[in-house]
């Protein structure tokens, strides 16, 4: 759910386009947690900046990919990315220090 409140904010996107929910998840629970990201999305409207969207959603491991991702960079490492979590990471990586992308 951090991945999809990050990148919604940064696709400028709904955040229902982001949320991946399996085929066990109820529609009264899906319901429930759209609301509930709905609500952190308007709580933190104001939030841009890849560091304020990593402060407002990003949760401990989305900042350790992030600081990861950039670290790796950083020493000219190669940097693997799988799954939804990877990929915010990576954006919001990248638009801190552009350059990371060399190294996905």
């Known amino acids: ?7 919604s904010r940064l696709a ?4 229902r386009d982001f949320v991946v929910s399996g085929p ?3 529609q ?3 319901v429930h947690l759209l609301d509930v990201l709905h609500g952190a999305m308007a709580r933190h409207r ?3 900046d890849p560091m304020d969207l990593l402060a407002a959603f990003g949760g401990y491991e989305l900042a350790v990919m ?3 991702m950039l670290v790796a960079a950083s020493k000219r490492s190669l940097i693997i990315v799988d799954g939804i979590a990877a990929c915010a990471a990576l954006k ?3 638009l801190i220090c ?3 992308t060399d190294y996905a």
């Open 46 to 48: 104001d939030a841009r």
């Open 66 to 68: 992030v600081g990861a």
């Open 12 to 15: 400028d996107q709904p955040v």
């Open 92 to 94: 919001l990586a990248s």
């Open 28 to 30: 009264d629970d899906l």
């Open 24 to 26: 066990t998840m109820r």
């Open 98 to 100: 552009a350059p990371v």
């Open 1 to 7: 759910e951090c991945a999809a409140l990050v990148l």
